[in-house]
């Protein structure tokens, strides 16, 4: 792999997680309505583009084919349930100011990814990883003191998430296949939701200004983008070294809750933090270790 190709891939890489860090930004402008109905507009949204261009790309008969598969289809509706249980608790968490609890979930998900390949998969657990989930653990305990309940929000998108990227990875399509049909699942309930929406006085069609339905009718879009960024970014660099941008969009998520939004942030929520930043030191250098260790035996 040239330099330039990898440095064209991390720029996609940069601009796939800058993307989805600006969609805090993005669902905070919507918010005075429904996360449930933002949902159901994006999944709507997200249905037409992102078949739009597996037509494009010709890959319909190819995800047709592929979706004939009972087992492969059972696995596609779990993990639609994953995603549609993860976007809306986290465009939920960023519409009723809970933008560093957003952040907290997604900084611990690759800990719950990790506890998936323990328990399911049976992979071998190293000290570093005992060392990781005890801070973890330290990290929950000290949140709950602050938030004076379960971070629940933070543990639920971590939750759904590392299951969503587990079933994922047992599916053999691409990125976009395995997306596209995963919101074409979720269509009909969608669908829905947004008839049920049209009885809301405070609902899109009867509230949202010129600029709110431009906003709204462009969430697909702006799901189809840092998805087509990342699928060119994992093609032209080492996943070794794409991995730790993963971390860019709960940390851009934690400033902007933070500063730009003035959530709390009082000294022991902030040392509750520091463990799980502590422990994801350790996870990530172990997996830069174990990375180098592999290509250099190869």
């Known amino acids: 792999m040239s330099n330039s ?18 969609l805090t930004i993005y669902w905070k402008f919507l918010k005075q309505f429904s996360a449930v109905e933002l949902i159901g507009w994006r999944i709507v949204t997200s249905s037409i583009i992102l078949l739009s261009v597996i037509i494009y790309t010709k890959k319909l008969r ?6 004939r598969d009972p087992k492969l289809c059972a696995r596609v509706i779990f993990a639609s349930i994953m995603l549609a249980v993860n976007w809306t608790t986290y465009v939920w968490a960023v ?20 506890i998936i390949g323990f328990a399911v998969l049976r992979e071998t657990m190293k000290t570093a990883h005992r060392a990781v989930i005890a801070l973890a653990v330290v990290a929950i305990v000290i949140l709950t003191y602050s938030y004076g309940r ?21 599916v053999p399509l691409s990125s976009l296949e395995s997306l596209t049909a995963e919101v074409v699942a979720l269509l009909i309930p969608a ?4 008839f049920w929406s049209f009885n809301r006085a405070d609902s ?29 970014a994992s093609r032209r ?21 933070w500063l ?3 959530e709390k942030l009082d000294v022991t929520r902030l040392f509750g933090f520091a463990f799980v930043w502590f422990g994801l030191v350790i996870l990530i250098t172990d997996s830069l270790r174990s990375s180098a260790k592999k290509i250099k035996n190869a």
Not at 5 to 22: C, D, N, V
């Open 95 to 114: 519409v009723h100011e809970n933008i560093i609890e957003t952040a907290l979930g997604y900084f611990i998900a690759p800990l719950f990814t990790m």
């Open 62 to 67: 190819n995800l047709l084919t592929a979706l």
């Open 237 to 257: 660099v080492r996943l070794s070294l794409l991995g730790p941008l993963q971390y860019l969009v709960p940390t851009f998520n934690f400033f902007l809750g």
């Open 150 to 170: 379960p971070p629940y929000l933070a543990l639920i998108i971590a939750a759904s998430w590392s299951i969503y990227g587990y079933l994922k990875k047992q």
């Open 191 to 194: 669908v829905a939701i947004l």
């Open 204 to 232: 899109v069609p009867n509230n949202a200004t010129t600029i709110q339905w431009i906003f709204v009718l462009f969430t697909g879009l702006m799901t189809a983008i840092p998805l087509l960024l990342f699928g060119a």
């Open 5 to 22: 190709t990898e440095r064209s891939g991390i720029a996609y890489g940069l601009g796939a997680y800058i993307t989805w860090g600006l």
């Open 260 to 262: 730009a939004y003035n």
